[in-house]
């Protein structure tokens, strides 16, 4: 909101007199100067606008520190406040105080401060007064704003230039050091403050020099001024903490405002001059910490590492000393073991420590003394000998933690040798139940049948077993009992591994049960997938017979195919049910919830799997039927007009009979046969239309009569239009029938259901209880749901009455029949209303009766309490039945509601007519007059109970209501002594005030306990005295209070009129005594902020004073007015007090000018003393500069340190000036006999002296840098004069090389550039024309074939000759540069390519329209001679009848040879008409036989490519690494069978294709016939290839299901071998013993182990199939040789296959068989190699026996078992 505000130009005033003013048209001025003068006026004020928005935020911005903000500049500068606090901001000094007031006297008052601490700093302002900033003045608020920014931001930058120390200040000197920053940016030349700017460029020039980071400067552009312009704004304000003072719109225009830009501008300066110079701070601060920090942190490291070594002695000694041991072997062990490692290993540790803590100490000492400090003392208990100390303590209890380990570990080890027989029954016990328990929880049962069979009898044995073992489990029970009860320590130990061979048994025989289940439900459903295995074998068989393309050669034959089809679609249906059957009991058990006999998709996959076959099987059924169908009605087609005419005859014979049915079935039947024929006259329709057609190209051959067979289809015809006009007439006549038949159905349905639902809804049975009662309910509101719904139907009747034909819609019967349905409707939804009322009243009278049971049993509860409840006469007693009755109240305010709505229910129902209103008005009656009891005991009670209460209440505020006015009156009494004076009235009066009020809170309440009183006497008469008693002594101590305070009344009155004055001159001498102390205070103050401060509160105090000089008048007044009254006052002493007021009023006014003196000289002095620490500081760094500069040793270095040694001079004139004005601050100060004269005269002459020395170290450097520039002039110049005529000599020479070379660079860029200019123009020239060549017209006849063709004849050779032309031009030229060297011969090339491409496409282009419209061409040159041959055949079979006509006259005419004669040309002309018809349908066969086998090709060779990819899928598929990523490419590979499956149709067509154009002896039979041997071979291949890869794949997963299992084992053995290859055997008995005992656990593992073993030693299928093939019996893995070798050996050709044996350590993440084949043949199309991994592993389990023998001969001292295995190769 804030920015928006800035951004915003406030409405001026109406009456400004140079607020901004709209120009006006210049059509309205005649004279041009009028107009020139108000745009010019126009101008002025958009440039004062944007001055203001750009000062308003930079107002804001300045006036954020001190949290104030400025709207309007122009409205809010005029009271001063703002004005001030910016000065006060920008100056850092604090102004006077702005007056308070809001009028104009005040704000030019405020106005004048701030323009005098102006002219103050030597600000000089030109027609500028307070009234022209109060009256907001809007060109002189600008000029002020300018003149401070001018002052405060841009008057302290001042920059020397370098050639004649010209001092460059403000405005000139920002606009240099800008282009000092900007120098070398791209198109940044700034030459003002206005124009320069436009593009923002200069703006994002000066971040990227101070902040590369933030602007990327090479991305901007001089045309996007306005994104330049914001992205800069914008960084600057999020990153650099800028205030946006400018918008884009303010700066890109045609002439931007300068002292807007100067003020932004100015902003960058400070802000990046500010971050030098901190930069340069730290930099010296950083390194002069260092040092400090080091040894600290040292020193913090020694004391950190001294008491962690300390604390770890003391707390080890605690640990070692602690004499408590484990009680078990174990535990002492492992805590004797634990303080041998802490011997070993964390001792040496601590103790090397220990010797670096002396080092560390050492290293601090030494870096101290280097650094001449004092060196560090550690602190209190952390120096090297408290550590030795400490050491020698825990050395002596390590020595005895030693010893009385030792003895406790003797005494264990007794202990421990009277359990070993318990537990080596219970270990073989325990290993047993593992590995039974392994046993069963392995459910490897098997994927087919036989297995799944033969593990139920498995584990029918493993059962069998498990019940025998039971009397050894009970063995040792017993055993453990017996411990337990002979007292044995460990019982603990012995039980808990009692109940876990306990729990473990019970575990095993828990799993054996879990398992039958499981193998039982594997069982079944193996079984299913059996019955769906042979489900799926007589579908392929009876696919077999549905694949058949035996059609039938006759009608007969056709109709026995198609009754032999009906059969197999029998047969078929008959089988769904039970498929359907299958499926259901299969997916039944991939809904299981828990244990899953086999995978859920599995399941799901042969389900579908079945079902896809199923539904194949009967698309093949539903192909078959149509195909036989198609055969029948292609037979049937020769038979089609009779058939039709009989058809035809047959149907109007049917439709002859007018007869519309009886009822809705006979109608319905009617219509179905009537939908049928009209079926059959459509199809009818389609076959008389095709043989109609036939009939047409009979009687167009004219071979026949046409006489006949036209008025055959003539009449034929007239019989169908009949037979259309009588079926449309009987469709209108059935129509009509059957909406009256379902509208009387349907009336008589509603009739049955409303009967039906007038008996349910007039039902009397309204339910027993409440639930009945609301189950009703619920049944009823469904019923009346659908009697609603229903209402539309009832309502839809007459409507429907009235759509009926008139015959049917005219009748009374059906009329009436409507008027019964809509009257029986109103009947039983008015009786549907009722039974809803009454079902109602019911569940209400249930409820009611339900609440009133329980209110009862409450009633009763509480009626018995009440009776035997006795009130008590003690007051805590009664407090405590109160509270009882208290809860009580709550309760019956719960059972009241209860009550209430019991009534209410019960109104309700009485109101309604309940049949049952008589008993539920006696239960109610009897609930309300049981709670009247219960309510009237209450109240008994609660009133015999309020009675004892109120009297115990009464008694105890009489006795503290008598108490409390005893004690008020003693109170009064004493204050009568204490008013002799001032203090003591001023005491009494308050006193007595308080009292007073206590005494008006007390009489109301002595009245109510005089009425309380009386009440409880006139209601209990028997206690009357007890009560009124206490009362009576009351009332007389209230009336001693009374006399007692009637006394005191008129000193009171006296002090209240004298409190006022006496208080209020209290409060000022207060006041007073505390300012004079504040006034008087003698606080001088040390520094410059101390001195405002003190100041700024001095004038506080003035402020306050002035404030109180009213009060002061106030009192005077007060003291005159009490002398008039004449009043019993102490004068004198009020005399005194009036005195001393004037006198410390007086002397407080004195103290405060004295003091604001001292104030402001201290002021003035601490600014003195800043502006000499200024000067010494600058001084300081001036003698540190000399005294650290060096001479160079060149000239160049020499140049340079007289420049900034001039730089530097300049400086320190600068800085003499300063001081000379500081001097001359310091003589005034003295002049006017400041009180600190003495310590500014000795800054003074410091000052003075250091001033002078840097002066005159500056001149002598000035000199010696002089005298070495001429010294090494003079050196260099000799060394040089040679040098540079070599230079010259060779600079001429390479002058001359490179003007060569750019002429030659030249020349080859001019002709790359014709190159360039070819090429285009050639690829333009070869674009347009592969636009012609590549056209897709190919014409619409012969002529306009053969016109295309003429003019592309023509194109081709006009654009051949062409082209030709201007291609070897080009790649003349381009042959001509690469020879000749060019540097760009490689684009040269390229160009060259591309061009030739081109070419030759379009040449290619131009080829194939040529021979797309030769083909062209010669197709619609065949289509016309087809054309003229078929004209001149139908002209020719024309003129047949008419010469045979000819033929039989002229036979008639010339009888005898010429009668012969023309029989003969006749049947000559005749038999050569036939040979014409022959010769025609031998070329029709031809071209079918032709396109057939054209199908047949292309379907072959789509089916190769297929085959050939699904090889080429099977050969290179990946090799599988684990188990999983085997089954998925088993899955794939059962993908590929469906697909194969799923093709075979496609093949069995292909081939019964071609088996057909062999018999019909095709001439490229033998041809058609290579293809189908090539197919069938390929379908041959592709079969074995994914049978074998099958069976490759099965194998792969044997052996990672044995390479994951054999992982498992070798981190067993790998854990084992350290145990086996230890030399230690022990050195002493103990040990020995221990190492005896951890091999006897180990060789019972290996025993556990060993049936592992012997499964991982079986042979593998690859293995069996190996031996096989070698014809050798199998031998142990390590003999082997490699499985990649073939048979005879190793071939020579191929690679030696190499396999590392590689030791892992085994851990989690390696249990995965890893691969370590660094070469390994591949053979082409067959199986990949299986992994090497396991033929490791297996060699190592199938040495189970060596293992063992080896662990034998450790045990003897012999050698031990060997550590690695040989590498197999």
Same mark, same amino acid.
Request: aromatic content about 6%; glycine content about 4%; charged content about 30%.
């Given at each position: 909101m804030a920015a928006e505000l800035d951004n915003l130009d406030p409405a001026p005033p109406p009456n400004n007199n140079n607020g901004p003013w709209d120009p006006p048209d210049p059509r309205a001025w005649g004279d041009p100067k009028i107009f020139e003068c108000s745009r010019i006026k126009a101008l002025a004020d958009e440039r004062d606008a944007v001055q203001k928005k750009t000062f308003t935020k930079w107002v804001n911005a300045h006036l954020a520190r001190a949290a104030c903000r400025v709207g309007d500049l122009y409205s809010d500068l005029r009271d001063g406040f703002v004005l001030t606090r910016l000065l006060e901001v920008l100056s850092g000094e604090t102004l006077p105080k702005p007056t308070r007031g809001r009028m104009r006297i005040h704000s030019l008052e405020n106005v004048d401060k701030a323009l005098q601490f102006l002219k103050e700093q030597r600000v000089h302002l030109e027609n500028v007064g307070s009234h022209d900033i109060v009256d907001g003045n809007h060109r002189l608020t600008l000029g002020l704003i300018w003149t401070i920014i001018l002052r405060f931001q841009i008057q302290v930058i001042k920059i020397k230039t370098e050639d004649n120390r010209e001092t460059r200040s403000a405005k000139d000197a920002l606009l240099l050091w800008c282009q000092m920053k900007t120098a070398g940016y791209p198109e940044v030349n700034i030459q003002n403050f206005t124009t320069s700017w436009r593009d923002g460029l200069a703006f994002n020039a000066l971040i990227h020099r101070h902040r590369p980071d933030l602007i990327d400067f090479h991305k901007l552009t001089k045309s996007n001024a306005t994104y330049n312009l914001q992205q800069a704004f914008n960084t600057a304000e999020q990153h650099l903490g800028l205030s946006k003072l400018l918008d884009p719109e303010d700066v890109n225009m045609e002439d931007p405002d300068e002292k807007s830009i100067i003020t932004y501008v100015v902003s960058f300066y400070h802000y990046f001059s500010k971050m030098k110079a901190l930069a340069v701070e730290g930099k010296r601060i950083g390194k002069v910490l260092d040092q400090v920090m080091e040894i600290a942190a040292i020193t913090a490291r020694y004391e950190a590492l001294a008491a962690e070594l300390l604390a770890w002695i003391h707390h080890t000694i605690t640990i070692i000393t602690n004499q408590k041991f484990a009680n078990s072997l174990t535990g002492v062990q492992q805590q004797l073991q634990a303080f041998t490692a802490f011997c070993t290993l964390e001792k040496p540790v601590k103790f090397q420590e220990k010797g670096n803590l002396e080092v560390l100490l050492f290293t601090i000492q030494s870096k101290l003394r280097a650094t001449n400090r004092k060196l560090y003392v550690p602190s209190e208990g952390k120096s090297i000998s408290d550590i030795n100390k400490a050491w020698t303590c825990l050395e002596k209890a390590e020595h005895e933690r030693e010893v009385a380990l030792r003895n406790e570990l003797i005494r264990q080890e007794k202990l421990e040798l009277l359990a070993q027989r318990f537990d080596h029954k219970a270990i073989m016990r325990e290993t047993w139940l593992n590995e039974n328990q392994r046993l069963v929880s392995q459910d490897n049962f098997g994927y087919d049948l036989p297995a799944v069979e033969a593990a139920m009898k498995k584990h029918e044995a493993i059962e069998a077993d498990i019940s025998s073992y039971q009397e050894r489990i009970q063995v040792v029970v017993e055993l453990a009992l017996e411990m337990e009860s002979e007292g044995y320590y460990d019982t603990r130990r012995i039980g808990a591994q009692k109940d876990n061979i306990l729990r473990q048994w019970a575990l095993l025989t828990e799993l054996v049960r879990a398992r039958r289940a499981r193998l039982e439900q594997n069982l079944a459903l193996q079984k299913i997938f059996q019955e769906m295995v042979y489900m799926i074998d007589w579908m392929e068989e009876m696919q077999v017979l549905l694949v058949s393309k035996d059609l039938g050669k006759?009608?007969?034959?056709?109709?026995?195919?198609?009754?032999?089809?009906?059969?197999?679609?029998?047969?078929?249906?008959?089988?769904?049910?039970?498929?359907?059957?299958?499926?259901?009991?299969?997916?039944?058990?991939?809904?299981?919830?828990?244990?899953?006999?086999?995978?859920?998709?599995?399941?799901?996959?042969?389900?579908?799997?079945?079902?896809?076959?199923?539904?194949?099987?009967?698309?093949?059924?539903?192909?078959?039927?149509?195909?036989? $169908?198609?055969?029948?009605?292609?037979?049937?087609?020769?038979?089609?007009?009779?058939?039709?005419?009989?058809?035809?005859?047959?149907?109007?014979?049917?439709?002859?009979?007018?007869?519309?049915?009886?009822?809705?079935?006979?109608?319905?039947?009617?219509?179905?046969?009537?939908?049928?024929?009209?079926?059959?006259?459509g199809n009818r329709r389609a076959l008389l239309h095709q043989t109609m057609k036939k009939g047409e190209k009979i009687l167009a051959k004219k071979s026949f009569s046409s006489v006949g067979i036209q008025e055959k289809m003539r009449e034929v015809c007239l019989r169908w239009k009949k037979l259309e006009e009588v079926t449309g007439l009987h469709q209108q006549r059935l129509e009509d029938a059957l909406n009256f038949f379902q509208f009387s159905a349907e009336t008589d349905d509603l009739v049955a259901w409303l009967q039906d639902t007038y008996r349910i809804v007039s039902s009397d049975d309204f339910g027993h209880d409440d639930y009945s009662s609301q189950a009703l309910l619920r049944k009823h509101r469904a019923v009346v749901d659908e009697v609603e719904k229903h209402r539309a139907a009832v309502l839809s009747l007459r409507k429907q009455l009235a759509l009926l034909a008139p015959d049917h819609r005219q009748g009374v019967d059906i009329q009436i029949r409507v008027v019964e349905v809509e009257q029986l409707y109103g009947e039983v939804a008015e009786v549907a209303v009722l039974r809803t009322q009454w079902l109602q009243d019911a569940l209400a009278v249930y409820r009611m009766f339900s609440e009133v049971h329980a209110c009862e049993v409450w009633v009763d509860e509480k009626e018995q309490w009440l009776e035997k409840m006795e009130v008590p006469e003690e007051l805590d007693e009664v407090e405590v039945v109160q509270h009882r009755f208290e809860s009580l109240d709550q309760e019956m305010n719960s059972v009241m509601g209860r009550i209430l709505d019991v009534n209410q229910v019960v109104q309700q129902l009485v109101d309604g007519g309940h049949p049952s209103s008589d008993e539920v008005r006696s239960c109610q009656d009897h609930l309300n007059s049981r709670w009247n009891r219960v309510v009237e005991l209450v109240e008994n009670k609660k009133s015999q109970l309020s009675s004892v209460l109120k009297i115990q209440n009464f008694l105890l505020e009489c006795s503290e209501m008598k108490a409390q006015v005893r004690e008020k009156r003693k109170a009064i009494e004493a204050t009568q002594s204490g008013g002799s004076d001032l203090g003591g009235v001023l005491a009494l009066q308050r006193r007595l005030s308080t009292m007073e009020a206590a005494l008006v809170v007390l009489e109301p309440r002595l009245v109510e306990l005089q009425q309380e009183g009386e009440a409880l006497a006139a209601a209990h008469?028997?206690?009357?005295? $007890?009560?009124?008693?206490?009362? $009576?002594?009351?009332? $007389?101590?209230?009336?001693?209070?009374?006399?007692?305070?009637?006394?005191?009344?008129?000193?009171?009155?006296?002090?209240?009129?004298?409190?006022?004055?006496?208080?209020?001159?209290?409060?000022?001498?207060?006041?007073? %005594?505390?300012?004079? @102390?504040?006034?008087?205070?003698?606080?001088?103050?040390?520094?410059?902020?101390?001195?405002?401060?003190?100041?700024?509160?001095?004038?506080?105090?003035?402020?306050?004073?002035?404030?109180?000089?009213?009060?002061?008048?106030?009192?005077?007044? @007060?003291?005159?007015?009490?002398?008039?009254?004449?009043?019993?006052?102490?004068?004198?002493?009020?005399?005194?007090?009036?005195?001393?007021?004037?006198?410390?009023?007086?002397?407080?006014?004195?103290?405060?000018?004295?003091?604001?003196?001292?104030?402001?000289?201290?002021?003035?002095?601490?600014?003195?003393?800043?502006?000499?620490?200024?000067?010494?500081?600058?001084?300081?760094?001036?003698?540190?500069?000399?005294?650290?500069?060096?001479?160079?040793?060149?000239?160049?270095?020499?140049?340079?340190?007289?420049?900034?040694?001039?730089?530097?001079?300049?400086?320190?004139?600068?800085?003499?000036?300063?001081?000379?004005? %500081?001097?001359?601050?310091?003589?005034?100060?003295?002049?006017?006999?400041?009180?600190?004269?003495?310590?500014?005269?000795? @800054?003074?002459?410091?000052?003075?002296?250091?001033?002078?020395?840097?002066?005159q170290l500056a001149q002598e450097w000035t000199r010696r840098l002089q005298d070495h520039l001429e010294l090494q002039r003079f050196l260099q110049d000799c060394e040089q004069v040679s040098r540079r005529q070599s230079q010259v000599d060779r600079l001429y020479v390479s002058l001359k090389d490179l003007v060569e070379e750019r002429k030659v660079k030249l020349e080859q860029q001019y002709w790359l550039y014709q190159l360039n200019r070819e090429v285009d123009e050639l690829e333009h020239w070869i674009a347009e024309k592969e636009v012609v060549a590549g056209s897709p017209e190919l014409g619409q006849d012969f002529e306009h074939v053969t016109l295309l063709q003429e003019k592309f004849l023509e194109f081709a050779s006009e654009t051949g000759s062409v082209g030709q032309e201007r291609i070897a031009a080009v790649n003349q030229m381009v042959d001509e540069l690469i020879d000749y060297g060019h540097t760009d011969a490689a684009t040269i090339a390229e160009w060259k390519d591309g061009v030739n491409e081109?070419?030759?496409?379009?040449?290619?282009?131009?080829?194939?329209?040529?021979?797309?419209?030769?083909?062209?061409?010669?197709?619609?040159?065949?289509?016309?001679?087809?054309?003229?041959?078929?004209?001149?055949?139908e002209e020719k079979r024309q003129r047949l009848p008419e010469l045979a006509a000819r033929a039989a006259q002229l036979r008639t005419l010339y009888a005898g040879d010429n009668a012969e004669a023309i029989a003969g040309r006749e049947q000559e002309v005749l038999r050569a008409w036939k040979e014409l018809l022959a010769a025609c349908e031998e070329c029709r066969l031809h071209v079918a036989s032709v396109a057939d086998k054209i199908r047949f090709v292309g379907t072959v060779r789509d089916l190769l490519a297929w085959m050939d990819g699904v090889l080429h899928q099977m050969g290179a598929g990946e090799k599988p690494r684990d188990v999983s990523s085997v089954e998925l490419l088993m899955n794939d590979h059962q993908s590929l069978k469906t697909e194969m499956e799923a093709r075979a149709k496609n093949v069995a067509t292909c081939l019964e294709l071609g088996k057909t154009l062999i018999l019909s002896k095709s001439p490229a039979a033998d041809e058609i016939k290579s293809h189908m041997e090539k197919l069938l071979a390929k379908k041959k291949e592709m079969t074995e290839k994914w049978d074998k890869h099958w069976e490759w794949l099965q194998q792969m997963r044997e052996v990672h299901q044995f390479a994951q299992e054999a992982v498992v084992a070798d981190a067993w053995l790998t854990a084992q071998e350290p145990l086996l290859k230890s030399q230690e055997l022990g050195s002493s008995v103990d040990e020995v013993e221990q190492l005896i005992r951890r091999h006897e656990a180990f060789r019972k593992a290996a025993a556990a182990w060993e049936e592992r073993f012997s499964s991982l030693r079986r042979l593998t299928t690859i293995e069996k199939l190996k031996a096989e093939q070698n014809k050798q019996p199998p031998t142990p893995l390590l003999t082997r040789k490699f499985l990649g070798e073939a048979p005879g050996g190793p071939d020579p050709r191929r690679p030696e296959p190499r396999v590392a044996y590689v030791r892992h350590e085994l851990r989690p993440e390696r249990l995965q068989p890893k691969l370590d084949r660094v070469q390994a043949p591949a053979t082409d199309g067959g199986p990949p190699e299986p992994p090497p991994f396991w033929y490791r592993s297996r060699s190592r389990y199938r040495s189970g026996a060596a293992l063992r023998a080896g662990t034998g001969a450790g045990l003897l001292g012999l050698a031990p078992f060997p550590s690695q295995f040989p590498p197999l190769m």
């Open positions: 006759h009608l007969l034959e056709v109709e026995d195919l198609l009754q032999k089809h009906g059969l197999l679609e029998a047969d078929i249906s008959a089988q769904t049910e039970r498929v359907q059957a299958l499926n259901a009991a299969a997916l039944k058990f991939s809904e299981l919830e828990g244990y899953q006999p086999c995978d859920p998709q599995i399941i799901c996959n042969r389900v579908n799997h079945v079902q896809t076959c199923l539904e194949e099987l009967e698309e093949l059924a539903a192909k078959r039927r149509k195909e036989l $169908e198609d055969s029948r009605q292609l037979w049937t087609f020769f038979q089609e007009m009779e058939e039709a005419e009989a058809w035809i005859r047959e149907k109007e014979k049917i439709l002859a009979a007018k007869t519309c049915g009886r009822d809705l079935s006979s109608v319905m039947t009617l219509t179905n046969k009537h939908k049928t024929m009209l079926g059959e006259l008469p028997d206690r009357a005295l $007890e009560i009124l008693l206490p009362f $009576e002594e009351i009332s $007389e101590e209230w009336d001693n209070l009374k006399r007692a305070l009637q006394g005191c009344e008129d000193t009171l009155t006296i002090a209240g009129r004298l409190q006022q004055f006496i208080q209020d001159l209290d409060n000022f001498l207060g006041w007073l %005594v505390k300012t004079q @102390a504040a006034v008087g205070s003698e606080e001088v103050p040390d520094s410059l902020a101390e001195a405002e401060r003190l100041l700024n509160v001095h004038v506080a105090l003035k402020e306050e004073i002035n404030g109180y000089e009213e009060d002061y008048a106030k009192i005077q007044a @007060a003291s005159e007015l009490l002398a008039l009254e004449e009043m019993e006052v102490p004068y004198l002493s009020l005399q005194q007090w009036l005195q001393k007021l004037d006198a410390g009023w007086g002397k407080l006014l004195q103290s405060w000018e004295m003091r604001r003196e001292v104030l402001v000289q201290s002021h003035i002095f601490h600014l003195f003393l800043r502006d000499v620490q200024q000067c010494q500081n600058s001084l300081y760094n001036q003698e540190t500069t000399l005294a650290h500069a060096e001479l160079p040793d060149t000239v160049e270095g020499v140049t340079k340190a007289l420049k900034k040694h001039k730089d530097f001079t300049t400086t320190l004139e600068l800085n003499l000036q300063k001081v000379q004005l %500081v001097l001359q601050a310091g003589e005034s100060l003295r002049r006017q006999r400041n009180l600190h004269s003495d310590r500014v005269a000795e @800054a003074m002459e410091g000052l003075r002296a250091k001033s002078q020395r840097n002066h081109a070419w030759a496409d379009l040449l290619e282009l131009m080829e194939t329209r040529a021979q797309m419209l030769a083909a062209s061409h010669e197709l619609h040159k065949f289509f016309n001679d087809c054309k003229e041959v078929l004209g001149q055949i």
